[in-house]
């Protein structure tokens, strides 16, 4: 099965917002963010295969933001069974197996990692049921999407006619496999229903630059650019809460590139902030 590349902007400012203190970290806090992050920095700015290869973090970057959300109101026991499932998923793919006195798991082939990963969250899913369960249901999901595609699909969207974060996960997937299967007009409408949420855990933005990438496969220019437009503009004018530019970020560089080329005059009137000196005005 041929792989599809896709570009994500990480969510800076999710990632980087301060977490409630708490005194007790949580087996899964402790264990698995750190290494989602580590290997989403490892991916930054490169191409990402998320519906194929690496179908087990179709959003892998966000993953790091919502696991926060997942953890609230669940066992500890609970929290680092669906941990040891994500650990798992993104495995290293080695044919040679671990290095000499690694404990790390390794897999031969993608397909052997994502049976394993399916396997790991179905007994989560048995186990603990409940919000958990359809968090776990929802990665046997994203992993069957490299292994038995019909059937992925199908889960997507029975998981995606909730309203949890899980089922808005979902339908962003959803959306995906209908962009991939050149079924256009039905990924806008997921994607639209996504950024039409007040709470869609997916950046707007991100939503948006999907949204224009297939106007403009569709041969709709002009409702590409004014999203190109819109997305790189609003960068280049925020603020911190200081009143200090605010770097524009790769979602907002990649839709101001795309509209260069669509509408190079237009493109001039993005002005991207000039970066802070670290040693002030002085």
Same mark, same amino acid.
């Given at each position: ?26 087996? !899964? ?35 790091? !933001? ?40 390794? !897999? ?11 396997? =790991? !969250? ?63 007009? =039905? ?96």
């Amino acid at each position: 099965m041929a792989r599809k590349k896709r570009r994500f902007e990480q969510l800076e400012a999710a990632a980087a917002a301060p977490a409630e203190k708490k005194t007790y970290v949580d087996p !899964f806090q402790q264990q698995v963010i750190p290494k989602i992050e580590g290997f989403g920095k490892k991916l930054e700015g490169k191409g990402r295969t998320v519906l194929y290869g690496l179908a087990a973090l179709a959003v892998l970057l966000i993953v790091a !933001f919502v696991v926060m959300r997942w953890s609230r109101g669940s066992s500890g026991a609970a929290q680092a069974a669906l941990g040891d499932a994500i650990e798992t998923s993104q495995a290293q793919i080695s044919a040679t197996g671990a290095p000499a006195g690694s404990t790390a798991k390794t !897999f031969k082939s993608e397909q052997e990692r994502a049976n394993a990963a399916i396997a =790991e !969250f179905q007994a989560v899913a048995e186990k603990f049921g409940g919000s958990v369960g359809e968090k776990a249901k929802y990665f046997v999901a994203v992993n069957k999407l490299s292994v038995d595609r019909p059937m992925a699909i199908q889960e997507l969207e029975g998981l995606a006619a909730g309203s949890s974060d899980t089922a808005k996960l979902a339908k962003f997937a959803l959306a995906q496999t209908r962009a991939d299967d050149n079924r256009t007009d =039905e990924a806008i409408t997921l994607y639209q229903e996504l950024a039409a949420m007040n709470d869609a855990i997916i950046a707007k933005d991100t939503l948006n630059l999907e949204i224009a990438k297939l106007y403009e496969k569709q041969g709709k220019k002009q409702e590409a650019a004014d999203l190109y437009f819109n997305i790189a503009k609003a960068a280049s004018e925020a603020k911190d809460m200081d009143g200090k530019a605010i770097p524009m970020g790769q979602t907002a560089t990649q839709a101001k590139d795309k509209l260069k080329q669509l509408d190079p005059e237009r493109a001039k009137q993005i002005v991207e902030p000039e970066p802070e000196s670290p040693f002030g005005n002085g």
